[in-house]
């Protein structure tokens, strides 16, 4: 079991999000949960993918280890952004987590369907919404095994 | 009614021809047979055949030559035949024979010129006659052949409408016959032989009467024989009284003779007598004829009345029915195989304003104005219904439309048609009955009409309803989810705010952040339970086989909390099989039982759940001790937002009842409650039983 103590780089994450009050929520909650990490946040679904591809003013952006991706977003939504992302070789291996207030079945199901790793609703009370992030960072940031940043090319 | 044919009694012209047929046959052959009996007796001088007693004169072998071609020309023409060869051979006799008496007669009246005509067959053994006078044909013997040659030649000869030529010469020769005839059987000789001439031989005499009655008879239903072989009154009475007339005057007249010639008595007295006997005998024969044709009158006359009372009675009857069909308010027309029309009654005219026409069959169409139910297609002229009938086929009760210069306006018809038949099944044309539906039928179309426009709202109307209904639950939905965003902000950080800054505020700002959390709370309650509410319809699964005692724990178990705080006891009784949505009827139970639990009094919560079969639903109970609810209030309760405590009595949006009561109806049920205030409460709600839905799938799919 790695800690994070061990690990030389604070964790990437990807927040797609156009709510300010989310993201300082998300800040907040990492902070509380002392996770050693870099927050990078788009306010559009458009922005996103230009993140992730490396586009524009996103040139020198990095790769992310974990997605936090809402739904419902202006310009393209959280769908598209997750159909994109999946349907592309090498991002469809970083982990998308939907991040959303939608408990809306068929939003569930669209998403899981479009290879979404994981779908949380955001609680409405904080402490909840805190011991959420922190159980976040303690699963997919600590538990789960990713391949390496680069695992495609080396093992071509 | 009597029927049988009033001229029974008489016998019929057939069966008197048929008898008189046999005549001229036998009279011919007889002529001919006499005819050779004699030639045969000149060959071999045999007398008896020549002359029948010694003393009479004997036949001429010419005129038995004569009569032997009178035979065969009878035998030929007996009957009426059209043209053949008998009938020719039988002409050329017949001229033959007239030739043979013309050419002797012209002897007598000039000497010489008959050429000895008479002496051409055994000349040498005519010469003198054993009663001393040179064998010669007699004149009257060649007046009676030209006569007969003259019938037979004419036989079927007419001059006028029953003027037979033929008739009257052959009765005239029938009398000359009868006269040499009784010549010989009075002796009187001046009757068969003329001055000083040679008499006519006996056969001679008796083969001509043989053979012009022969004649007279050959064609009995032609001409005079007409009259005597009529199968009417006048007929009977000839065939009675001529023979009798005749028969009785020749035996009178010759029994008379023989007694004046025995000497009986003399010629005044034997006159005397002989007319006295013959009124007496013709008297008898007349009152023996009369009194036969009285009968048969008196059968004719009964007969002919029944038949007048006969005609009397159909002629009633003709006029009830006619009466029956002129006054029927239904249209009759009758028309024959041609298409000709035999009737039309009263309401036929009036319905189709026209009558009768002479118009052919395939412009009746045209003539009368006859159009489909539409009212603007024309009829194809080969349909019309009465042409269909005449063809042999059917129609039934076919709305037809009538429009013509008569009825501009144009009339509905209802037209059924027959085809005629008499009792062989021969066709005898059509009938067509019909009937004027103009009012009916165009009350049916207003009401067609307004029924198609009703169904037209109808669906216009559900459809906009539906639309409004699926606008408004998906408005209830968004505005719901979408509330809830905003609500979340407000919670998170007033609750930041509370963990981060607790230490640094007075009391008054705990208070107020608290109030600020607790109404953000309920208000994410609130929405929740919109939404629950608003999900009922839309998310209603289809309704599955459960166990609704299963259900039952379910929700017992989600409320876990609320009866451990409480110490609430709930029991279970035994629940049937049902048909629901396994989470809507959670739903209900969990919302039931919570009320339940939260509506207590001072005693612990104490809820029994129970369900009973009555009637075609199980109705299931969920009894409670709590503080229970004013009767006036048991309807209100049931709608969304409806709240009968404080809040901070007992919490709550007021739209869990709500909830359930529209499940409960969405499954086919109702749902009320019965309690007292301090009584607890019992809430109650019927589901269909199992056996009654499946029946009524059962009806629905056959």
């Known amino acids: ?156 | 009614m009597q029927t049988r044919a009033p001229n029974a009694a008489v016998p019929s012209d057939e069966s008197i021809v048929r008898a008189m047929s046999a005549l001229p046959g036998t009279a011919a052959v007889l002529a001919v047979l006499t005819g050779i009996l004699v030639l045969f007796g000149w060959t071999f001088d045999i007398e008896p055949l020549k002359r029948i007693a010694v003393g009479l004169v004997a036949v001429n072998p010419i005129t038995a030559v004569g009569l032997l071609l009178s035979g065969y020309s009878l035998w030929s023409l007996r009957r009426p035949r059209s043209y053949s060869a008998s009938i020719g051979a039988g002409r050329v006799a017949a001229v033959a024979v007239l030739l043979v008496g013309a050419v002797r007669f012209m002897g007598y009246a000039r000497p010489g010129w008959d050429c000895g005509i008479d002496q051409i067959l055994f000349g040498s053994k005519l010469g003198v006659d054993s009663t001393g006078i040179p064998n010669r044909m007699a004149p009257n013997t060649a007046v009676l052949f030209i006569l007969l040659g003259a019938s037979l030649a004419l036989l079927d000869c007419r001059v006028r409408m029953r003027m037979y030529p033929a008739e009257a010469i052959a009765l005239l020769g029938t009398v000359l016959a009868v006269i040499a005839s009784l010549g010989y059987a009075f002796g009187v000789q001046s009757m068969y032989g003329v001055r000083a001439f040679i008499p006519m031989a006996l056969p001679t005499a008796i083969t001509f009467l043989v053979l012009f009655i022969g004649v007279a008879t050959a064609r009995p239903s032609e001409g005079w024989m007409a009259t005597m072989t009529s199968p009417h009154l006048g007929g009977f009475a000839a065939r009675r009284l001529l023979p009798g007339a005749i028969v009785i005057t020749l035996t009178l007249s010759w029994l008379r003779l023989q007694a004046q010639e025995v000497g009986l008595f003399d010629t005044e007295f034997g006159v005397a007598m002989m007319a006295a006997v013959l009124i007496a005998l013709l008297s008898a024969l007349v009152w023996w004829s009369a009194r036969l044709l009285n009968r048969v009158d008196v059968q004719h006359q009964n007969a002919q009345q029944s038949l007048h009372s006969l005609h009397d009675e159909l002629q009633q009857k003709h006029a009830l029915v006619e009466t029956v069909i002129e006054s029927a308010g239904d249209g009759i027309v009758v028309a024959d195989r041609e298409g000709r029309f035999l009737f039309w009654n009263k309401a036929a005219r009036e319905i189709v304003g026209l009558g009768p026409t002479d118009v052919s069959p395939d412009g009746w169409q045209e003539h009368y104005g006859v159009f489909r139910a539409d009212g603007t297609t024309p009829f194809p002229p080969e349909e019309v219904a009465l042409r269909l009938a005449i063809a042999g086929q059917s129609v039934s009760e076919q709305v037809q439309f009538l429009r013509n210069p008569q009825i501009p306006d144009g009339k509905w018809v209802s037209v059924s048609a027959r085809p005629l038949r008499d009792a062989s099944g021969q066709s005898l044309g059509g009938v067509v009955v019909f009937r004027d539906i103009t009012e009916r039928y165009r009350a049916h179309e207003h009401l067609r009409a307004f029924n198609v426009e009703l169904e037209k709202r109808v669906v216009e109307r559900t459809t906009d309803l539906t639309r409004a209904v699926a606008e408004l639950q998906q408005f209830a939905y968004v505005a719901s989810h979408d509330l809830q965003e905003p609500l979340r902000m407000v919670t998170s950080y007033l609750q930041l705010l509370e963990r981060r800054y607790r230490s640094q505020l007075d009391a008054d700002a705990d208070e107020f952040i608290h109030f600020a959390v607790d109404g953000a709370n309920r208000m994410k309650q609130l929405i929740s339970d919109l939404l629950d509410y608003s999900r009922v319809e839309r998310k209603g699964g289809r309704p599955v086989l459960l166990d609704s005692g299963h259900v039952a724990r379910e929700a017992i178990e989600n409320l876990k909390v609320a009866i451990e705080e409480t110490g609430a006891d709930i029991r279970i009784g035994e629940l049937p099989e049902i048909l629901a949505d396994p989470t809507q009827l959670r739903q209900v139970f969990q919302n039931l039982l919570g009320n339940a639990i939260k509506f207590h009094g001072e005693a612990p919560p104490r809820i029994q759940i129970s369900a009973a079969r009555e009637g075609e639903s199980w109705t299931f109970s969920v009894r409670d001790n709590g503080i229970g609810i004013d009767p006036q209030h048991s309807q209100r309760i049931f709608e969304v937002f409806q709240r009968l405590h404080a809040r901070h009595e007992y919490p709550g949006t007021g739209i869990g009842l709500a909830v359930c009561k529209k499940i409960i109806e969405r499954l086919g049920g109702r749902i009320w409650v019965e309690s007292e205030p301090g009584r607890g409460a019992n809430f109650k709600f019927t589901l269909p039983q199992l056996e009654v839905i499946e029946h009524e799938q059962h009806s629905r799919a056959a």
């Open chain 1, 1 to 156: 079991m790695s800690n994070t103590a061990e690990r030389p780089e604070p964790i990437e994450i990807l927040l797609v999000e156009d709510s300010l009050g989310d993201i300082r929520l998300m800040r907040e909650a990492l902070r509380d949960a002392r996770v050693s990490n870099r927050l990078h946040v788009v306010e559009n679904g458009s922005d996103a993918m230009d993140f992730l591809r490396c586009r524009g003013r996103f040139s020198g952006a990095s790769r992310p280890d974990l997605i936090l991706l809402d739904l419902n977003l202006p310009r393209k939504d959280g769908r598209e952004v997750l159909a994109e992302i999946k349907a592309d070789e090498d991002l469809r291996l970083i982990p998308v987590i939907i991040l959303t207030t939608s408990a809306s079945e068929a939003d569930i199901l669209t998403s899981y369907d479009l290879h979404a790793n994981c779908y949380l609703v955001k609680p409405v009370d904080i402490d909840r919404f805190f011991d959420l992030v922190r159980s976040l960072h303690g699963f997919w940031l600590t538990v789960v095994k990713y391949p390496a940043k680069d695992a495609r090319s080396l093992a071509a």
